[in-house]
C-alpha cells in the first residue's frame, strides 16, 4: 500500500462469494481514517441475535457476511452504515437454537448481497445440522445472493417475496494490477520471496500464468463445493448456477426457492400456525 492508497471497505485478492454489484459498491467506498466524525469507540454489534415468539426464533441475516469482522472492518462498515452479520457467531447461534428445547422452528430471515467465503461452509454447515432437528426456513424480501444463498439452501424451505434478488451462485477474486500505476509514478516493487506463488496479487507487480492458473482453480473449486453444497439440498440445473440472479418470482420458477411470501410478519404468521 502506497501513501496515497487507504484502507476499503473490501480489500481484492480474496475469495468472495458476493453479488457483482454489491461487492463493486462496497469495495469502491474511499478508505477512512480512525479521526473519520462518528467511528471513535467500539462498534455496536451487527444486530440482535434474534427474536423469539413462543417455540419460533426468527433470525436476522442481514448485510456482508464475514467469518469475523476486525476492529477496523466494523468502523468501516459503521462508517458508511452498512450493515453486516459474522458468520461464525451466526454458526454459534445455530447451535445454541439446537440446543434449545423450547424452540421448535427457526426462520432465517435474509437480506444479504453475501459475503466472505471464509466461514460460509461452517455456516451452512451449522444451518443443516439444525435443520435435522429444528423445522429450519429461510425467507427474503431484499437479497438472497451467493453466500446468502449458500447458508439458506441448507434449510428446509426458502420463501421469498416477488421483488427479491436470488441466486448468485458463483465466485469473485478481483486482483488488480497495479504495476503500471506505480510506474507511472516512479515507484518500483521488488518482492523477495521462497515459493512461485507466495508473492502472487502483491501490490505493484503483475503475476505469472502460474499464479493466475492457482487462483483460477481455487475460484473453481470452491465454486464446486457451492454447487455441490445447493444439490445435496435442492435440485437445480446447471445453468442456473452460472452466478446469475433471479426475481423471487423467478427463482421460484427455476427451483430455487419453493414459495412466494410478501412479507417477514407474513411468515412468522404462517410458521406459528403451522409448528404452534
Known amino acids: 500500500m502506497t501513501p496515497t492508497e487507504t484502507m476499503n471497505l473490501l480489500q481484492s485478492s480474496d475469495l468472495w462469494l458476493m453479488e457483482p454489484a454489491a461487492y463493486m459498491r462496497l469495495s469502491a467506498m474511499p478508505g477512512v481514517s480512525a479521526q473519520l466524525p462518528g467511528t471513535s469507540g467500539p462498534a455496536a454489534p451487527p444486530s440482535p441475535p434474534?427474536?423469539?415468539?413462543?417455540?419460533?426464533?426468527?433470525?436476522?441475516?442481514?448485510?456482508?457476511?464475514?467469518?469475523?469482522?476486525?476492529?477496523?472492518?466494523?468502523?468501516?462498515?459503521?462508517?458508511?452504515?452498512?450493515?453486516?452479520?459474522?458468520?461464525?457467531?451466526?454458526?454459534?447461534?445455530?447451535?445454541?437454537?439446537?440446543?434449545?428445547?423450547?424452540?421448535?422452528?427457526?426462520?432465517?430471515?435474509?437480506?444479504?448481497?453475501?459475503?466472505?467465503?471464509?466461514?460460509?461452509?461452517?455456516?451452512?454447515?451449522?444451518?443443516?445440522?439444525?435443520?435435522?432437528?429444528?423445522?429450519?426456513?429461510?425467507?427474503?424480501?431484499?437479497?438472497?445472493?451467493?453466500?446468502?444463498?449458500?447458508?439458506?439452501?441448507?434449510?428446509?424451505?426458502?420463501?421469498?417475496?416477488?421483488?427479491?434478488?436470488?441466486?448468485?451462485?458463483?465466485?469473485?477474486m478481483p486482483v488488480t494490477d497495479t504495476s503500471e500505476a506505480y510506474s507511472q509514478r516512479g515507484v518500483k516493487v521488488e518482492v523477495f520471496s521462497a515459493g512461485k506463488y507466495k508473492a502472487a496479487g502483491v501490490s505493484g507487480t503483475s503475476m505469472t500464468d502460474e499464479q493466475r492458473e492457482l487462483l483460477q482453480h481455487q475460484v473453481e473449486a470452491t465454486w464446486q463445493d457451492f454447487k455441490s453444497a445447493v444439490n445435496r439440498r435442492r435440485s437445480i440445473a446447471d445453468e442456473d448456477m452460472e452466478g446469475q440472479t433471479f426475481s423471487g418470482t423467478e427463482a421460484r420458477r427455476r427451483g430455487l426457492v419453493d414459495a412466494r411470501a410478501d412479507s417477514v410478519e407474513f411468515m412468522v404468521e404462517k410458521l406459528l400456525l403451522r409448528h404452534g
Request: glycine residues 8%; proline residues 5%.
Open 50 to 172: 434474534y427474536t423469539r415468539q413462543g417455540g419460533l426464533a426468527v433470525v436476522p441475516v442481514h448485510g456482508a457476511l464475514l467469518r469475523r469482522a476486525s476492529g477496523l472492518e466494523r468502523m468501516l462498515f459503521r462508517a458508511f452504515g452498512e450493515p453486516y452479520a459474522e458468520s461464525a457467531a451466526l454458526a454459534q447461534l445455530m447451535a445454541q437454537l439446537q440446543a434449545d428445547p423450547d424452540i421448535h422452528t427457526v426462520l432465517l430471515d435474509i437480506d444479504s448481497p453475501g459475503g466472505s467465503v471464509n466461514g460460509t461452509p461452517e455456516l451452512a454447515a451449522a444451518v443443516a445440522r439444525l435443520s435435522r432437528e429444528k423445522h429450519t426456513y429461510a425467507y427474503t424480501a431484499g437479497l438472497c445472493c451467493s453466500a446468502a444463498y449458500w447458508v439458506a439452501s441448507q434449510a428446509d424451505a426458502i420463501y421469498a417475496a416477488p421483488s427479491a434478488r436470488v441466486g448468485s451462485i458463483g465466485v469473485l
